[in-house]
């Protein structure tokens, strides 16, 4: 927690603390979401700077995430589709270049990462960010407060997000591989 | 009780349920064949799902264009592909400087969690879901224990059975590691960070040697990830239930094995590339060094308690700090962790197929810090069953199938199993793996029944042949071999559910009295676990 209202020495630690503790989890959360390290940084560090100003954090984890959250939406309401279109067009050009250079290594990666953004595009956005932030260890309670739902539903969006991410992801590769069977013994 | 709903098995499996909910559902599951494949399932969903969002982790911050003035050779092959991208990708990304400025300004100080390995840390956590990395299970691994099939109801013992070097792929990795310079460098961090306000991801370097060094490890930590020990993300670790530890034999797949192959490929050439960029790198990394925060470094060597030689590929690792490392092969190893652990303790620990895991507790004080490990070997150590779980986690399905257990009298810890004790029939179980389809990582386990006569033979053959379990499906295009006179390879299709063996031992039909490990090759990265069952079972 944030440190009584005054101290700010006290509140500069707490944030150091907080932030050695979740910098990571966020930035990755952030990351996956965004598709862009720089930025995920970018918000993550503003997450901090706000929980700076706080005086009390009650569930700082669920709080942080909420408020990268917040951020992410007051941004991306300006030019997500543009950022997101980017993501994608460098991805593709990462693919198609290293290709070009007979680097199937990371051509493979790229197109992994690809395609696994797109299939993380296909879901709901309250699907995709409960499931986002499951990933980073946060528990059922604190997915419910950083969305505003009910605990009893977590499970269920869950579910729906895990199969649709998964169904998303195997019809991309189906396509890919135009319906060829992917093992190769 | 009703069915249960998707809902309820994902909350169950991810431990959000009441105990009392748990001994419902649990109890449910255990009655209801039609609700247990929902849970397979639905672990597969689970693991597929971070399977899949783990290939997101691998995105370069290259949306900035480098600058010429880029200093860092590694992240500049990278850089260049982007640069050629096109013109219009090239502006649409110098849109993007401006916007992400503003983060570099205080980025020095920062921990360096960016550093190839501390970015490998997802990947890694994929390796400790694929190979099913027991001591961690958390709920969206593959719980390689659960069955809930009649089969493994009377299991009474649970044996290691760790992978043998050939196995693992060490050597390969190794050798790999000399030539993977480039693609050991991170996912290019923020080119214009590289100016000068932080080290280069995953090179701690002083000098050109230690560079080379350096990546050598990333390398490793690149190129062998599916057999990498993750620094644990924090999930695993609040989660820990799993009620043996179990040796890894987290095998490099094809597809890891074939990266590796491109890998040296691509590096900037063992050929050309090296030597003309040799000045280059010496220049850059003079710089980075220059500008880099200080760190704190903990280096020693992992040696074999028994010889006293240094054992290569092991992992070193501060869990706390996501940094990890693999030995060299003088069993060095080179942890650099961000210098605001100073003046804390953290626990190093050290691991690798076929030795008992070690860890040792140090104080940082800064400079560098020295751990050396004497780690013993443990080839197929047997354990008793022992539930860990408090009685909330044991909802998980791992613990389903340790409560029916029958209590376990098996020999000492850490000793070899061999000859006659072999005899009898085994369930194997494949922890983990990487599958095409994401969500045939909730199929297992994948039961074997394992005669060690088989040690004996030199042969091979399709799987069948081998397959004694009557209810089984065939596996066409799976095959087994004997590999070195101490493992058994099999070999089957991703789609495969389960393959049983009997393996019965006949006085003087042992080549060799231990069997040190199951290599699995193809498409899956699987931690292995033995289990006596009831030899009725093997009929």
Known sequence: MVGASGNHGDALNDVERLFRTYNVQLVRYLTRRLGDRDWAEEVAQEVFVRALRQDHLTNERAWLFTVANNLVRDEARKDSRRRRHLVLLREEAKADEESRETEPSSLERAQEAAKARRALEMLGERDRLALLMREEGLDYHEIAEALGLSFGSIGTTLARARRRLVEAWEALQRAEHGGEHASSG | ?539
């Open chain 2, 1 to 539: 009780m009703h069915h249960l709903d998707e809902g309820t098995i994902h909350a169950w499996l991810d431990g959000a349920l009441s105990a009392e909910e748990s001994r419902a559902v649990e109890a449910h599951v255990t009655g209801c064949a039609e609700c247990a494949a929902l849970v397979v399932e639905a672990r597969g969903l689970v693991a597929g799902a971070s399977r899949i969002l783990l290939g997101l982790d691998d995105i370069p911050a290259g949306v900035i264009p480098a600058g010429r003035a880029t200093p860092v050779t590694a992240r500049r092959s990278r850089q260049r592909r982007w640069w050629t991208g096109g013109p219009a990708l090239r502006a649409a990304a110098a849109m993007l400087v401006i916007a992400s400025a503003g983060a570099l300004i205080s980025r020095s100080g920062v921990p360096d969690f960016l550093s190839g390995e501390a970015m490998r840390a997802p990947a890694a956590d994929v390796a400790e879901m694929d190979s099913a990395d027991m001591d961690a299970a958390d709920a969206t691994a593959p719980v390689p224990s659960l069955d809930v099939s009649a089969e493994a109801r009377t299991e009474t013992d649970i044996v290691e059975i760790t992978q043998s070097v050939e196995a693992s792929g060490a050597p390969s990795a190794s050798s790999r590691g000399a030539t993977m310079q480039a693609p050991a460098a991170p996912p290019t961090p923020s080119p214009v960070e590289g100016a000068g306000t932080r080290g280069v991801a995953g090179a701690g370097v002083g000098s050109v040697a230690e560079t080379e060094a350096a990546a050598k490890v990333s390398g490793y930590a690149s190129g062998a990830e599916p057999a990498l020990p993750p620094p644990a993300p924090q999930r695993t670790l609040a989660d820990i239930s799993v009620p043996f530890v179990v040796g890894r034999a987290a095998i490099r797949d094809s597809m890891a094995t074939v990266r590796g192959q491109q890998s040296n490929i691509a590096a900037p050439a063992p050929a050309m590339g090296v030597e003309s960029r040799g000045g280059l790198r010496a220049e850059a990394d003079a710089q980075m060094e220059r500008a880099r925060p200080a760190e704190i470094v903990i280096e020693g060597q992992v040696t074999n308690a028994e010889t006293g030689a240094g054992i290569g590929g092991i992992q070193a690792y501060v869990q706390s700090a996501a940094s990890s490392a693999v030995t060299d092969s003088s069993g060095r190893f080179r942890l650099t962790l961000p210098d605001t652990l100073r003046g804390s303790s953290v626990l190093v620990s050290a691991r690798g197929i076929g030795y008992a895991a070690r860890a040792e507790e140090i104080t940082l004080h800064g400079g560098t810090a020295r751990v050396d490990f004497a780690l013993s070997s443990s080839a197929v150590a047997l354990q008793s069953l022992v539930v860990t779980g408090t009685a909330e986690r044991r909802a998980r399905a791992a613990d389903v199938m340790s409560e029916r257990a029958a209590p376990a009298a098996p020999a000492e810890p850490g000793r070899f199993l061999s000859g006659a004790e072999l005899e009898g029939c085994w369930a194997v179980s494949l922890g983990g793996w990487r599958p095409s389809r994401a969500r045939d990582a909730g199929a297992l386990p994948t039961h074997l029944w394992l005669a060690p006569t088989l040690l004996d033979m030199t042969a091979e053959g399709p799987l069948n042949e081998l397959r004694r379990g009557a209810d089984l499906p065939g596996v066409p295009g799976s095959h087994w071999r004997i590999g070195a006179p101490d493992s058994v390879h099999l070999t089957w299709r991703e789609s495969t559910p389960a393959i049983s063996l009997r393996l019965i031992h006949r006085p003087g039909g042992l080549r060799s009295t231990e069997l040190r490990g199951i290599a699995v090759q193809g498409e899956l990265t699987a931690d292995v676990v033995l289990r006596r069952v009831d030899a009725a079972r093997c009929e």
